[in-house]
Every structure is written in C-alpha cells, then in structure tokens.
C-alpha cells in the first residue's frame, strides 16, 4: 500500500490507515485479539519517540517566551470549538454526557500528525511551527485533565483529593527533571557520550522511561516523552541522538497509523454519516477559523496565523482514548464510539493534505486573509524601510556580517524570529524585524525589491531557495549571499540565481590550507592566528548573552 501511495503522489500516511481497514475486521479480519494489543504498545511507543525527538529540538527558553500566545490560542480554541461542539451534538438529539464528550472530543488536535507532517516539512522550527507545537503542549495538559475526569466515572468520581496529588506529582516530577537536567546528567555528559553504542540505549531509555514515569502517575505518554526530551535539549549530544532515533521512531509510526485503521469498523455505519460529516465540518473548519482569529488579534501575520491554524484541522489520538474511555464506563455507546472514529478517520486525512500542500492553500487565498491581520502590533518596527542590506538570521555567523555592515555605513536590518535573539539584538540597539524569512509581506516591508545586499545565515536549505527566487523575481541587480550544506544545495541555489552561496566547511578548508601553503609548519605563525582567532572568538561571546559560558583558552 505504501508503494501504490508513493507512486500516486500521495500521503503515505493514508496508505498505512487503508493497511489497518484491509486487515482489520472490516475487510480480511486477519489480525486478532492479541495482534490487536500488541499493536496498541507499538503505537504508544511510537507517539512517544515522536514526542521525545521533538522535545529535543524545543529550547526551553523558546517554550517560555512562546508560552503566553499558547496559552491564549489554546486555551480559547479548547473552550470555543468544545461549546460548538457539544451545542451541535444537541441538535441530533444526544444526551447531556455524550453531547460534552462530542465537545472535548472535537478540542483537541492529533499531536502525532501534526508533528510528523511539521518534522518531514521541517517546519516544526519555523515561528508557525513553534506556535503550533506550544499549543499542542496546552491541548495535552487539558486532554490529560479530561482524561482524567473520563477514567473517574467509572469509580467514585474526580475528587478535590485526587486533583490535589496529581498537583503534587506533577510538581514533583517536573522538579526531579529539572534537578536531573541541571545537575546529575550535566556531570554525566562525557560517559553517556563516548559510546555510541550508550548513547543509543541511553537516549531509549530516558524517553521511554521518563514518558512511562508520567504515565503511571497519572500524566500522558506524550506530555512525558516530550518533556523527556526538553530535559536533555540542551545538550551536546541532543542532534546525534535525534537522528539515532529517527529511524526507530519512523518504523513505529507506520504501525500507529496501521492500528488507526484496525480499529475502524466500517459494518455498521447506518445513520451516522450526516453527524460525522458535521462533526468533521466542525474540526476542519471552525477550529482552524477560531485560530486564524485569535492569533489575528494577536498580531502575528496572515501567512503565520494561517499555518498554524490549518495545521490543528483533524481530532486527536486522545480524542479516541477519552472516547473508548467513557464506552467502557457505560457512557458512550456503540454508535458514538464509530461516529468519532470516523471522524478521526475523515479529518486525519483530509488535514494532512492541507499540511502538505499549505504553501499552496495560502498563496491561493492569501489575498481574502487581510481580516485576520492586525499590521500594526507585529509590524510597528517595520516603518522605517528600504533597507540597503538586510541580514537573515543571526546565530550562524551573524555578527561578522554586522561587522561589514557597519564598517559600510549603510542602512541595515537584521531579520529572525527567535525569540532570545531578538532579545539579544534590542539589548545590542541593532534594527531587527521579528518575522519568518518566507514570509512574503515581511519582504514587502523590508523594501526587499530596492535592497543592494542580502545575506542569509539561516541553515535550511528550502528557506534560502524560496529567498534567492523571491529576489530574481523582484530584485535581480541585489547582491544575494546564502548558505548551503552541500554541492548540490549550492548548485541549486547558483541555478536559482545566487550570486555567491557560502559552505563553511569548504571556506574553513581552504582558509587553513592557504595558511599552511604560506607559513609551512612555523608554529610561531600558527601561535599569532590562534592569539587573533581567540581575540575573534572573546569579542563575539561579549555581544553574546550565552547560557554556558565556552572556555576561550
């Protein structure tokens, strides 16, 4: 199945849900009981290695400084699309509980999805990506509540005592990672890292040990897979691992979404189709409006409001969990239990084209997006335009470009949408814009099209395509420098009209073999660079405020 989904050009992830409906009870039926189970572990295990990468890559000042507009948009979309929900569940004549259930149902958006699609994107780094992850984080705190409160039905109900403890072991456990993150691992780095091998089994067994800890105590696997990760994201080592694991994480995935069609039963599904269809309408339409307006409010661009919004558009694996939940407690039955599968079914893939093709989408409708913008909150720094030289991205070599600039006297502008390096370069007085490089209203104001040098630091290779054609299209007498990993990248990007495309690897090399081909093997030579370089090197980490102070000497 997935070779006909790859030669048809589609989403291999429909064709791994199709695999689950042909072996599950509605076609062959070859997978039994037992099978069934074991699938369920598998799948549990590849949602938290996909968390667990994830949090690798999230900075936990970034998870701070991105934490009230998470808090807002998540918050808000919860409670909006649960109301509308449980409200249209009504309509159809469904009782009380299972009207709410609908609701709480409909909130929540699929973690997993949208996070595999993010990461294969490489998106899940960008400012919508960032967002999207954050209130992802929000939805999965109040999932577990809701989850909670589902499992309490069953027994003597969700008591004042039992929200107090779960209070409690979440402080405790959110104080032990900090104490292990800070403290313990720090003191362990050179053990954990000399063997590859060790590194492989430890990095396994923090994720899925951490994830389970939570997991016992009440929390989700996901929330304790993420926050596994987050610990150790500041590491040294947190890249080599994440790609260790990829693979890992890749095979159990494929198995999540094959368990997703297993547990479809497509025999009885008379007089539900109306409820499902709206019930989609709802998760595919409504969240994302909800969104789009809040973040709007909020001030972020139509090009950042709109990703991260049709990027919530499907019901969440919780969903499922919450809703099996209340059938085995009585609450829900036969019925309700299909009509959200469905649902679950239906919206998983209909969103995971929107996530595929969203550049597309937006370029379509961008022009009918301008309601759900506020310029003037986000775009206040950007008055002072035409700039002669705008700097894209900053970490990677930034300052030595600000250096130039400078020493040139011309008018010039540094662009990122970090939130700590913004901080860094309000403290430095330098002019910033705080946006997404491919962004093409952020370009707009910059003044792009009447700019003499544009610089780009930023590693991903798709952003500096994106920017190289944008400035042949408007501005082709500019003066474009980019980075590139590869020959192919750079050939690439020659194609699309750079003018020069920097690989530090290949200038390093070439610089040092110029030094060693004019001062042969002199180590007094070498002693005068080093003394230059270190120099270099201490001027930088004075304009930097570094959370770990690097030895110079």
């Known amino acids: 199945m997935g070779l006909i989904m790859h030669i048809l050009k589609q989403p291999l992830i429909i064709g791994h849900i199709i695999t689950g409906i042909i072996v599950g009870p509605t076609l062959l039926g070859i997978v039994d009981v037992h099978s069934e189970e074991l699938m369920e572990v598998f799948s549990k295990i590849g949602i938290a290695l996909l968390l667990f990468i994830i949090g690798l890559g999230l900075n936990p000042k970034v998870i701070k400084d991105l934490g009230k507009v998470s808090i807002v948009v998540g918050g808000s979309q919860v409670v909006i699309t649960a109301l509308i929900g449980g409200l249209l569940a009504g309509v159809f004549g469904y009782d009380l509980v299972p009207s709410l259930a609908i609701g709480v149902a409909l909130a929540f958006s699929s973690t997993i999805i949208i996070l595999k699609l993010l990461s294969d994107k490489k998106e899940h780094g960008r400012l919508h990506g960032k967002i999207a992850i954050g209130v992802l984080i929000v939805q999965d705190l109040i999932a577990t509540l809701a989850l909670l409160a589902a499992a309490a039905l069953d027994s003597e109900g969700l008591t004042f005592d039992k929200l107090a403890g779960l209070t409690l072991k979440g402080g405790l456990l959110g104080l032990g990672l900090v104490i292990a993150s800070m403290y313990i691992i720090p003191r362990l780095n050179k053990i954990i890292s000399e063997s590859q091998e060790f590194l492989f089994l430890f990095a396994i067994g923090w994720g899925l040990g951490i994830a ?50 297993l547990i479809l039963n497509l025999n009885s599904l008379d007089g539900v189709w109306l409820p499902v269809l709206l019930f989609s309408a709802v998760a595919i339409l409504i969240k994302p409006l909800i969104i789009l307006l809040t973040l709007g409010f909020m001030g972020y661009t139509r090009n950042t409001s709109f990703k991260t919004a049709i990027s919530m558009a499907q019901i969440s694996e919780f969903s499922l969990v919450f809703m099996i939940l209340l059938h085995e407690s009585g609450r829900v039955d036969d019925e309700l239990l299909t009509v959200i599968t469905l649902v679950s079914i239906i919206t998983i893939a209909i969103s995971t084209y929107l996530i595929i093709y969203s550049d597309k989408i937006f370029k379509a409708v961008e022009q009918h997006l301008t309601l759900f913008e506020r310029r003037k909150v986000h775009f206040d720094q950007r008055q002072a335009a035409n700039y002669q030289m705008v700097l894209f991205g900053y970490n990677k070599g930034g300052n030595e470009f600000i250096k130039v600039f400078k020493t040139l006297k011309k008018k010039f502008v540094v662009v990122d949408y970090d939130p700590e390096t913004i901080d860094h370069l309000e403290h430095r007085g330098l002019h910033y814009l705080y946006g997404d490089a491919t962004d093409p209203e952020l370009l707009d104001e910059i003044g792009i099209d009447h700019t003499k040098l544009v610089v780009s630091t930023i590693t991903e290779h798709e952003i500096n395509v994106f920017l190289v054609t944008h400035l042949q299209a408007v501005n082709p007498s ?49 002693k005068k660079w080093r003394e230059k370089h270190l120099k270099s090197l201490e001027e930088h980490a004075a304009h930097t405020e570094a959370a770990v102070d690097i030895p110079l000497t």
């Open 212 to 261: 389970s800890i939570f997991e016992v105590n009440g929390f989700s696997i996901e929330i304790g897979a993420l926050l596994a990760g987050v610990a150790i994201a500041p590491m040294a080592y947190a890249q080599e691992v994440s790609a260790k694991l990829r693979p890992l994480r890749d095979f159990f995935i494929v198995l999540f979404f094959i368990n997703l069609g």
């Open 478 to 526: 500019a003066v474009s420098i980019v980075y590139a990993d590869t020959p192919e990248q750079a050939t690439q990007l020659y194609d699309r009209g750079a003018t020069y495309v920097m690989m530090p690897h290949y200038l390093g090399s070439e610089k040092i073999s110029s030094f060693i081909r004019r001062n042969g093997f002199k180590r007094s030579e070498f």
